[in-house]
């Protein structure tokens, strides 16, 4: 099972969500082809009501703690209730651009 679906099972198993959709988003970073160390992860729950930002994603780091110790590298949340959801015509943010340089501008550096 690839680390994508693993993140998948654990977070539909713990929140039951309305709609989740994780991304891997490694090939936008740095790292070897077929990477699996960065991810987008956008969940709608119930479970998210009343809660706080910061408390919707420590549950989430909570859910995920064994692959945020060892495999995961950076992990964007877009949590949200299903009125949030709605609200935001059910779309969430895209991805900044990766900050840290393609394997050809290191290598031009580098000289």
């Known amino acids: 099972m690839s680390l994508q679906q693993q993140i998948e099972t654990k977070l539909k198993t713990a929140l039951s969500p309305n709609y989740l959709l ?23 729950s119930t479970e998210f009501q009343d809660k706080k930002l910061i408390e919707r994603h420590r549950l989430i780091n909570a859910i995920l703690k064994e692959e945020l110790s060892k495999k995961i590298h ?19 943010r895209t991805s900044p651009p990766c900050r840290g340089g393609s394997l ?5 550096d580098s000289k």
Request: net charge negative; hydrophobic share 25%.
């Open 22 to 44: 994780v991304e891997n988003e490694s090939h936008k970073h740095n790292v070897p082809k077929g990477s699996e160390s960065h991810f987008k992860v956008t969940v709608v």
């Open 74 to 92: 950076a992990l964007t949340l877009h949590t949200y209730t299903t009125d949030e959801w709605q609200k935001r015509n059910e779309t969430a």
């Open 104 to 108: 050809h501008e290191s290598s031009k």
